[in-house]
């Protein structure tokens, strides 16, 4: 992602957003919310002065407008975001209308920036210097292969071999490798090669002997689980430390399970909206995790400000990879704490 910060009165402005990948399209997603002020060329129905009988059917023109969000929908697989609220500069304000933003477009929004905005600006800017990681997990009989993007794993393929009847084991597993060979013969940038135990290791083997210039771009990591479970578990053991320098995934992954050991040992924590809610207005808030989505609702962007004044640390999970969805199983929202408040 590209930024441009533009006229500033305190921490209220104006920035100029260029998203360039769909990773970009999703922190967008995070960044504007309902009550923002947005501004982009988008296309709207323009009818023109009729000479005829028949009318024609309004053609549809590339304009500039500013809306008020009202809603804020991403999709992924399709690459676009959707940006809906009511026209409030340029033609036909006071009627609704829908941004669809694509990878490669420009949008500027104007609103007061949080600091946990301005991070994710920060990191979404930093991540264009480095280019797409893939994971492939690899076990006995199946390979997935995952590229990492800010939101997490994004499963690419799956191949999966078994042994036919009279074929032993190790033919099943060439089959499986050459396959994956095939597969990765397409993929450019650094590759992590992930799983438990020694199928791993052969796979390693037989890859870097079938794709030379592998041997310069692939980090191999032991893992006790298989499948997304070894993606997730390569990410906490700082794989895209080694490789890009960007910690987000790596903190999730880290700090959810940090949290987690720590309400089992029986150490104060809170988790759900009220419980954190009440640690951070009396103070004993020292970190929060909160999911992406949780963050769009007003009243919850209004508590992470209470608890940055608090000198609380706030960190944003993504709800897409698997520690923001066991956050989210947690209620969304959770909190370290200082001290037990009972």
Known sequence: MKAEFLEFRGSHGEVRLFAESVDDLWHLSHLVRPGDLVFATTFRSVEAVQDKIRPEKPEKKPVRLGIRVEGVAFHPYANRLRISGVI?????????HTINLDSGTELSVIKTWRQVDTDRIDRAVKAMTSGAVHILAVEEGEAELYRIRQYGP???????????KGADTGSARGLLFERVAQLLAEVTGTIVIAGPGFVKDEAVKYLKEKIPDLRDRC?????????????????????????TGDLQLKREAVLLEA???????????????????????????????????????????????RAEHVRAKVTVFSSLFD?????AALGGIAAVLRYRMR
């Open 219 to 243: 980090i191999t990591v032991e893992t006790r689980r298989s499948g997304r479970g070894a993606v997730t578990e390569a990410l906490g053991k700082g794989v895209l430390e080694r490789i």
């Open 88 to 96: 409030e500069h340029g033609v036909d304000q006071g009627s609704h």
């Open 154 to 164: 994004e499963l690419v393929s799956t191949l999966t071999q078994g042994s036919s």
């Open 259 to 305: 949290f987690l050991e720590r309400m089992g040992k029986g150490e104060p924590v809170a988790y759900g909206r009220a419980e954190v809610e009440e640690a951070v207005m009396n103070g004993a808030a020292e970190q929060v995790l909160v999911i992406d989505e949780m963050v769009r609702n007003r009243n919850v962007a209004d508590l992470l400000d």
């Open 323 to 327: 520690p923001g969805q066991q956050l």
